[in-house]
C-alpha cells in the first residue's frame, strides 16, 4: 500500500478533547460504583499521574477499616498513543492495603517477618467479585466479567471499559536495609483461569512519558503511525498479514519502538519527511531482529520477548509491514 506525507500526518495525531473527558469519565463511573463498599475519594477531584498524559487517578479509602484502592486509566489512553476512537478505555482498580510480595533467596534471604508483614487473613469473596457485584448494581446488563478484567459497556456519555481489579505488587529484592517504602511496584492480575499476571503499568506511563519529553515528541507519533500500520494490515486481507498482525499487539508496538535509540528519532526524524523516516525506522528493526531478545517492554522491567514465538511473531510482523509499506 502507497502512503502519502499527509496520511502520516494524520495517522500521527494524538486523539482530542471528547476523549480526555471519557478517561475521566471512566474513572468516575467506576469510583462511584465501588462507593456501595463503603469507600470514599473524601471530595478530592480526578488528578493526573504524570502530566500529559490521559493517566487519571483517584484514591478511594474505606470509611470503615484500612481499605485503600487506586483507581487509574493505564494502556494506550493513559499513554496518549491511542488511535482508534472505539477503542477501550483500561482501568486498573488496585487493592494496596493487601498486597503481594517478592524477596531476595540465596545467602542473604528476606522474609515478611523482615519488614513487619503479616499473611491477609482470606476474604469471603474476592476482590474481583466485590468489584462486579458493585458494577452490576450501577450498571446492569452493561456488564461483562472477562478472564481478567471486567468489561462496562459503553454509551453516548463514556466509552467501553474494561476495569481491571488487582493487588499491589511489591518487589523488595533491590532493597538491603529492610524499608517498607523502598520496593519496586507493580500490579498482580489474577485470571478466572490461568497463572497469575505481574505488570507494571505506572513504570510503562513514566517511561513513555519521558523518551517522548527526550525525543520532542517523535516518539509517540511514531508509535501512532506504527499501530496505524497495524490495523490496516489486519483489515487488508491480504496475504499473511492478518494473522501476523494479530499476534503482535500495540503494546509490543509501543514498547518496540521505544527500545529505538534516542539519537535516530532526533536525528532521522527531524531530518526526513515522515514517510521516509518511517521507511527508515522498518530498516532499522529489519536490521537489529537479533537485539529484540535483549530489549524490554516500556516499562524497561519485563523482556518485550517472553518466548521464542513472541520473538517471531515481532519478526514476522517487520518483515510483512516492510512489504506492505510504501511511500511517495
Keep these: 500500500m502507497k502512503f502519502t506525507e499527509s496520511m502520516l500526518n494524520g495517522y500521527s495525531q494524538p486523539l482530542g478533547a471528547t476523549e480526555d473527558q471519557q478517561c475521566k469519565?471512566?474513572?468516575?463511573?467506576?469510583?462511584?460504583?465501588?462507593?456501595?463498599?463503603?469507600?470514599t475519594d473524601d471530595g478530592?477531584?480526578?488528578a493526573l499521574l504524570y502530566p500529559d498524559t490521559y493517566a487519571y487517578s483517584l484514591q478511594l479509602r474505606s470509611t470503615s477499616g484500612g481499605r485503600k484502592i487506586k483507581i487509574f486509566v493505564q494502556g494506550s489512553y493513559a499513554n496518549n498513543t491511542?488511535?482508534?476512537?472505539?477503542s477501550d478505555v483500561d482501568v486498573a482498580i488496585i487493592q494496596e492495603e493487601v498486597f503481594t510480595t517478592e524477596y531476595r533467596t540465596g545467602y542473604i534471604p528476606q522474609?515478611?517477618?523482615?519488614?513487619?508483614f503479616v499473611i491477609a487473613a482470606p476474604a469471603a469473596k474476592s476482590f474481583k467479585d466485590e468489584v462486579q457485584e458493585c458494577l452490576e448494581a450501577k450498571f446492569g446488563d452493561d456488564v461483562e466479567r472477562k478472564n481478567k478484567s471486567i468489561k462496562v459497556h459503553g454509551n453516548t456519555y463514556r466509552k467501553d471499559a474494561d476495569t481491571v481489579p488487582c493487588r499491589r505488587y511489591r518487589d523488595?529484592?533491590?532493597?538491603?536495609?529492610?524499608?517498607?517504602?523502598?520496593?519496586?511496584?507493580?500490579?498482580?492480575?489474577?485470571?478466572?483461569?490461568g497463572a497469575r499476571i505481574i505488570n507494571y503499568p505506572e513504570q510503562h506511563i513514566a517511561n513513555g512519558r519521558q523518551k517522548n519529553?527526550?525525543?520532542?515528541?517523535?516518539?509517540?507519533?511514531?508509535?501512532?503511525?506504527?499501530?496505524?500500520?497495524?490495523?490496516?494490515?489486519?483489515?487488508?486481507?491480504?496475504?499473511?498479514?492478518?494473522?501476523?498482525?494479530?499476534?503482535?499487539?500495540?503494546?509490543?508496538?509501543?514498547?518496540l519502538l521505544w527500545n529505538i535509540s534516542d539519537t535516530w528519532y532526533l536525528e532521522d526524524c527531524s531530518k526526513y519527511r515522515k514517510v521516509f523516516a518511517f521507511y527508515q525506522m522498518i530498516n532499522w528493526l529489519k536490521a537489529r531482529k537479533s537485539d529484540f531478545h535483549s530489549y524490554k517492554e516500556a516499562n524497561g522491567i519485563k523482556p518485550l520477548c517472553a518466548d521464542?514465538?513472541?520473538?517471531?511473531?515481532?519478526?514476522?510482523f517487520i518483515d510483512?509491514?516492510?512489504?506492505?509499506?510504501?511511500?511517495?
Design 111 to 116: 522474609s515478611d517477618a523482615d519488614y513487619g
Design 25 to 39: 469519565n471512566a474513572i468516575r463511573m467506576v469510583s462511584d460504583a465501588l462507593k456501595r463498599l463503603g469507600f
Design 320 to 328: 510483512q509491514l516492510s512489504a506492505f509499506y510504501q511511500y511517495e
Design 308 to 316: 521464542e514465538d513472541a520473538y517471531k511473531s515481532i519478526c514476522t
Design 172 to 193: 523488595y529484592r533491590a532493597d538491603y536495609n529492610k524499608d517498607t517504602n523502598n520496593y519496586i511496584g507493580g500490579i498482580v492480575i489474577t485470571p478466572d483461569y
Design 213 to 255: 519529553t527526550i525525543t520532542h515528541g517523535y516518539y509517540k507519533k511514531f508509535v501512532r503511525i506504527m499501530k496505524k500500520m497495524r490495523y490496516l494490515m489486519e483489515d487488508s486481507g491480504v496475504y499473511s498479514y492478518k494473522n501476523a498482525a494479530q499476534n503482535v499487539n500495540s503494546f509490543m508496538l509501543e514498547s
Design 44 to 46: 478530592k477531584e480526578i
Design 82 to 86: 491511542n488511535v482508534r476512537t472505539e
